[in-house]
Nanobody, 123 residues
């Protein structure tokens, strides 16, 4: 089992920045690719970003590319999502997820999920 706990959400104005953190506990953190997803009211959960086990490879949804940065600190068992130039359309609950070995963009294939943290971007 892997337990994930997100933090760092809140209310921010459009154009602002927020950094989310996700602390992992349980099994070996480096064995898992990590990802961020989000779910806006009335919409399905969608892929935002992912990072490989070593941190050497990252991938982003087109909607956040160039604005968001995913990173991880394997010594601290933590993954981050730096979100810049935020837009009202980024408003959602953001979830951290872990997947053994390799990341995918498919929500259904991830093994472990956090409880989520709300990010609200005001115009």
């Amino acid at each position: 089992q892997v337990q994930l706990a997100e933090s760092g959400g809140g209310l921010v104005q459009a154009g602002g920045s927020v950094r989310l953190s996700c602390a992992a506990s349980g099994r070996t953190f480096i064995a898992y690719a990590m990802g961020w997803f989000r779910q806006a009211p009335g919409k399905e959960r969608e892929f935002v970003a992912a990072i490989s086990r070593s941190g050497g490879s990252t991938y982003y949804a087109d909607s956040v590319k160039g604005r968001f940065t995913i990173s991880r600190d394997n010594a601290k068992n933590t993954v981050y999502l730096q979100m810049n130039s935020l837009k009202p359309g980024d408003t959602a609950v953001y979830y951290c997820a872990a997947r053994a070995v390799m990341w995918t963009t498919s929500v259904q294939t991830w093994d472990y999920w956090g409880q989520g943290t709300q990010v609200t971007v005001s115009s």
